[in-house]
């Protein structure tokens, strides 16, 4: 069975950092797709950064500059390094995995979320 989980979220204050970590555990074959997910209370999930298995990486345009994803594949790995910190990045940010449990059999896994909280 494969499991994902999150830390490193917490309270920080505007122009703050603070660094998330990701960590698949289980039996599979292999991870493929790793990314970060948000949702701020009221709005919907969005994609915060994504990283494929060939270390291309995505942001959204409103992190970019400020936060930087990567992986140690060697262990299972992710961390988010976010960077001056603003009020609206305050949100619950979720690890997302694709994971592959045998070789072509893809399935989604989800953190269960870190709140991350910007403010004064």
């Known amino acids: 069975q494969v499991q994902v989980l999150e830390s490193g979220g917490g309270l920080v204050q505007p122009g703050g950092s603070l660094r998330l970590s990701c960590e698949v555990s289980?039996?599979?074959?292999?991870?493929?797709?790793m990314g970060w997910y948000r949702q701020a209370p009221g709005k919907q999930r969005e994609l915060v950064a994504l990283t494929r298995t060939g270390a291309s990486t995505n942001y959204a345009d409103s992190v970019k500059g400020r936060f930087t994803i990567s992986r140690d594949n060697a262990k299972n790995t992710m961390h988010l390094q976010m960077n001056i910190l603003k009020p609206e990045d305050t949100a619950i940010y979720y690890c997302y995995a694709a994971v592959e449990e045998i070789p072509r059999y893809e399935y989604e896994y989800w953190g269960q979320g870190t709140q991350v909280t910007v403010s004064q």
């Open positions: 289980g039996n599979f074959y292999r991870i493929n797709t």
